[in-house]
């Protein structure tokens, strides 16, 4: 694996499952993989999750671990090409991801979106321009688009907690005071589609109308704009808020209650109730519920680490290999 920016970055979805959970039941199987290898996290943005279980994740494997915060302790990226460096910006991306690159091994990169210029996030411009001039294998800790290390998580969080062959999945918008990316949703979906084209899951999106995602990640899903009827039957509900793709970045006011509570739960099939974190409770996600027997939260969160040992595993593999 040379990149792990989305579900195209993975050939088998049951198969990358399996190997994550085996990681989990013996954690340090393969810390000489990552002998004398280096691991750069990089974040233009803020993190809990992402950074803690990531570097535990190339820890794990014998990896040393580098953390940047470039947004507070790097130099003012310029993306542009092409451009007279006469403004605020300071160091370019070629330079800064070629030199990162020289230090390491294995590069991650957490950007998120301007939520101002769909076409500009949508193209993942930075993100590929760090793939690019970087020349080491490149995992996403979080792009404009898409949370694969997120998404792989509540994959292998679903396999574990299922009790249905196939069960079903409803992906709910939730309500939130700021406009938030669509990232997250977009990969959950984008994963989620694939996994049922695999007959691993049933998938459902449910959001208010305003609120559709980008078809390129939802290809596959049934979609509804009644939460209520979403929810029948439901066996986990993935609960998220995200702003407007179509409008982008707005945030329309909602008049129906989208509010994930124990009356709503009685809907579903006893389902789960998982969030990616952090959540602000009782507005995005009630209490009783983070609170209660049905949520994953806490479990979703410490599956993080074995997602990103399996992909910083397989690299690392392949790095040995080449
Ligand atoms: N879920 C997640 O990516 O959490 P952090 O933003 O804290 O890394």
Redesign the pocket.
């Known amino acids: 694996m040379k990149k792990f920016f989305s579900v195209a970055d993975v050939d088998n979805l049951k198969g990358i499952v399996s190997e994550a959970l085996t990681l989990k039941a013996d954690p340090h199987a393969h810390e000489s993989l990552g002998k004398h290898k280096m691991l750069g996290l990089v974040f233009l943005?803020?993190?809990?999750?992402?950074?803690l279980?990531t570097q535990k994740a190339g820890m794990n494997l014998g990896m040393n671990v580098m953390v940047m915060n470039m947004d507070k302790d790097g130099w003012a990226l310029e993306t542009r090409d092409g451009v007279i460096m006469n403004g605020t910006t300071v160091e370019h991306i070629r330079e800064a991801a070629a030199v990162m690159g020289e230090y390491c091994d294995i590069l991650g990169l957490?950007s998120f979106p301007t939520l101002k210029d769909k076409e500009a996030d949508y193209s993942e411009d930075l993100f590929n321009k760090f793939i690019k001039y970087c020349a080491v294998p490149v995992v996403s800790?979080?792009s404009a688009t898409r949370?694969p290390?997120?998404s792989l998580t509540d994959l292998i969080t679903i396999s574990e907690y299922k009790k249905t062959e196939k069960p079903k999945v409803v992906l709910a918008w939730a309500p939130h005071v700021k406009a938030l990316p669509q990232a997250?949703p977009n990969s959950f979906a984008e994963w989620m589609s694939r996994a049922q084209a695999e007959g691993l899951v049933d998938f459902t999106i449910a959001q208010p109308a305003g609120y559709e995602l980008s078809e390129e990640f939802t290809e596959g899903a049934q979609i509804t704009t009644n939460l209520d009827e979403a929810l029948q039957g439901a066996d986990f509900v993935y609960v998220k808020n995200w702003s407007s793709y179509k409008e982008y970045g707005a945030v329309y006011p909602v008049q129906e209650n989208w509010l994930m509570d124990n009356e709503k739960l009685k809907l579903t099939n006893d389902a789960k109730v998982m969030h990616?974190?952090?959540v602000r409770r009782d507005l995005e996600l009630s209490s009783e519920i983070l609170d209660g027997p049905n949520s994953l939260v806490i479990k979703e969160?410490s599956n993080?680490v074995w997602a990103a040992q399996v992909v910083l595993k397989r690299m690392l593999e392949e790095l040995r290999d080449s």
């Open positions: 943005n803020p993190s809990l999750r992402t950074r279980s957490r800790l979080e949370h290390l997120q997250v990616c974190l952090p969160a993080r």
